[in-house]
């Protein structure tokens, strides 16, 4: 049985790890670039563990693990199949598995978008720890709820259409939400969690930035509305490592707490559905799925229409 969760929206990624032995854990953070991305990083690192930072290229990952100690940096490019494999491979000359991985701040503006996230967990489930290992997927609950029940995401995927932000307004999220409950159920018997988090909206914090008079007062206001890249670390913190989150999967989060999002979410027929959609669209996009076990694209991988 879960325990109580005692963290809220206010709670900051420190505050979540605090007293966690992090020390022998290998955790993955894409998006390390991004505020939220390096707060979770800090965090991480401070309670002992090894994080590799990820980003679309190796220079942002290095200025972002500059900042943190026990860091690894390393670019890829989810849209590039071949960037990619390249990250697959050196994460595979570390030699030890991953303990978590955190997927943070990949905007998806299309199902093109979806795809090449689904790509990439895909490629990372290959490296988690069995039994102990967590993936932890971010999210946007707005999305979610504005998602058109009919024809949703199984409309026309012509190859245009994937690449269209227009065609798939509001669903992308969805998608991924949906990912989330069919990779949970696919993994369950390798006793890897996965969970979603709602990545929300952070507070401005360069405050020495030149603004114009008005737009000063509107960030000031907004600094009671809105939270810390610190505080919105915290529920991918907890995620990724706390002992509060142990046994729970396949479930949204938001301010460290498990949250009720949209119907659809809950479908697992749905869910199962866009999964072999989304391989299909991966062999249409990259032009190789069912490849090789080693490439992770086929075989044995979870990207096996066998479910």
């Not at 290095?62 to 490019?77: F, K, M, Y």
Request: positive net charge.
């Amino acid at each position: 049985m879960a325990k109580p969760v005692r963290f809220g929206s206010r709670s900051t990624a420190d505050q979540v790890l605090a007293g966690i032995d992090l020390s022998r854990k290998r955790v993955l953070i894409t998006g390390c670039d991004s505020a939220i991305g390096l707060e979770t990083m800090k965090a991480l690192s401070a309670n002992g563990a090894v994080v590799i930072g990820v980003a679309r290229t190796l220079g942002d990952a290095e200025t972002a693990c500059s900042a943190v100690r026990r860091s690894i940096p390393l670019g890829c490019d989810p849209t590039d199949l071949a960037s990619v494999d390249a990250a697959v491979e050196s994460l595979q000359r570390l030699s030890a598995p991953l303990d978590a991985v955190i997927i943070n701040s990949f905007e998806l503006r299309c199902f093109a978008d979806h795809v090449a996230q689904f790509v990439l967990v895909n490629r990372l489930a290959e490296l988690i720890r069995h039994g102990t290992g967590r993936i932890v997927i971010a999210g946007s609950d707005r999305s979610i709820q504005e998602a058109p029940v009919e024809n949703v995401v199984f409309g026309d995927l012509s190859n245009e259409r994937i690449y269209d932000p227009r065609a798939f307004h509001g669903q992308t999220q969805l998608a991924a939400a949906l990912f989330v409950k069919e990779l949970s159920r696919r993994l369950e018997a390798r006793g890897v969690l996965v969970n979603a988090f709602y990545c929300g909206i952070t507070a401005d914090q360069n405050p020495h930035r030149a603004r114009p008079a008005a737009q000063r007062v509107i960030q000031s206001l907004l600094g009671y509305f809105t939270r810390s890249p610190a505080q919105h670390a915290a529920t991918p913190a907890l995620l990724a490592a706390s002992p509060l989150a142990v046994g729970i999967t396949g479930a949204y989060w938001l301010d460290c707490q498990i949250s009720r999002s949209s119907p659809l979410f809950l479908d697992a027929g749905l869910a199962r559905r866009l999964w072999d959609v989304s391989v299909q669209i991966a062999a249409m996009m990259f032009g190789r799925v069912n490849s090789s076990p080693a490439a992770g694209l086929g075989g044995n991988s979870l990207l096996s229409n066998v479910g």
